[in-house]
């Protein structure tokens, strides 16, 4: 995959967000689009929104990302709006109810998975926002191309390693480091996308 294409708006995007051609215009492609032109890359820190992503980001783990932003209204539905609180609250009669929801992924492991996460949240000494942006990485220039877009790092290692000893799933290092690219925790737009940088 290149490093940018330019839409038939004429704008020059990252390449793993734009379609071209005669998918432009397909709800697939203004959804994809939408996410990367006004949210992907911009910095959060609100805990309630990092709750959010941090789940999405663990049941897109295998899966595309298209995927769950196509089913993350009733993802938010399902979840409370991912209110901390009553998602730390849910009990088993919850699970089966998620896991009969076909609104979602219905997968058992990342439903409990979040839950438990809630839980963790709830039970920190620090607010998550804090906790998140701890592992930050100092500011560094957009990658020229895809193929310079890492993975994982260090810092997205220590976070999940950090994570996982105060009892939260599905946030190992690879899926730590998405979360970090999807909240502006990192700018990894290509140099050449139109979305300017945060400031």
Same mark, same amino acid.
């Given at each position: 995959? !290149?490093?940018?294409?330019?839409?038939?708006?004429?704008?020059?995007? /990252?390449?793993?967000?734009?379609?071209?051609?005669?998918?432009?215009?397909?709800?697939?492609?203004?959804?994809?689009? !939408?996410?990367?032109?006004?949210?992907?890359?911009?910095?959060?820190? %609100?805990?309630?929104?990092?709750? *959010?992503?941090?789940?999405? *980001?663990?049941?897109?783990?295998?899966?595309?990302?298209?995927?769950?932003?196509?089913?993350?209204?009733?993802?938010?539905?399902?979840?409370?709006?991912? $209110?901390?609180?009553?998602?730390?609250?849910?009990? %088993?009669?919850? #699970?089966?109810?998620?896991?009969?929801?076909?609104?979602?992924? +219905?997968? +058992?492991?990342?439903? *409990?998975?979040?839950?438990?996460?809630?839980?963790?949240?709830? %039970?920190?000494?620090? $607010?998550?926002?804090?906790?998140?942006?701890?592992?930050?990485?100092?500011?560094?220039?957009?990658?020229?191309?895809?193929?310079? #877009?890492? @993975?994982?790092?260090? *810092?997205?290692?220590?976070?999940?390693? $950090?994570?996982?000893?105060?009892?939260?799933?599905?946030?190992?290092?690879?899926?730590?480091?998405?979360?970090?690219?999807?909240?502006?925790? #990192?700018?990894?737009?290509?140099?050449? /996308?139109?979305?300017? @940088? @945060?400031?």
């Amino acid at each position: 995959m !290149t490093g940018s294409v330019a839409g038939g708006d004429g704008r020059v995007r /990252c390449g793993w967000a734009d379609f071209s051609g005669p998918r432009w215009e397909t709800p697939d492609s203004v959804l994809y689009r !939408t996410y990367h032109d006004t949210e992907w890359g911009t910095p959060l820190r %609100d805990s309630r929104d990092l709750f *959010e992503r941090m789940t999405l *980001e663990a049941f897109q783990s295998g899966l595309s990302w298209l995927i769950i932003l196509r089913k993350r209204d009733n993802f938010r539905r399902a979840f409370e709006d991912f $209110d901390v609180a009553k998602v730390a609250a849910f009990t %088993d009669s919850d #699970v089966e109810r998620l896991l009969a929801d076909e609104g979602i992924v +219905r997968n +058992r492991a990342k439903i *409990e998975a979040t839950i438990s996460n809630a839980r963790a949240v709830a %039970d920190l000494d620090v $607010d998550l926002g804090e906790l998140l942006w701890s592992f930050a990485p100092p500011p560094r220039p957009r990658p020229t191309d895809l193929a310079a #877009v890492p @993975a994982v790092t260090p *810092e997205s290692t220590a976070m999940a390693k $950090d994570l996982k000893r105060r009892g939260f799933k599905f946030v190992g290092p690879t899926t730590a480091y998405a979360l970090m690219q999807a909240t502006g925790m #990192v700018d990894d737009h290509v140099a050449s /996308c139109w979305v300017p @940088a @945060a400031p």
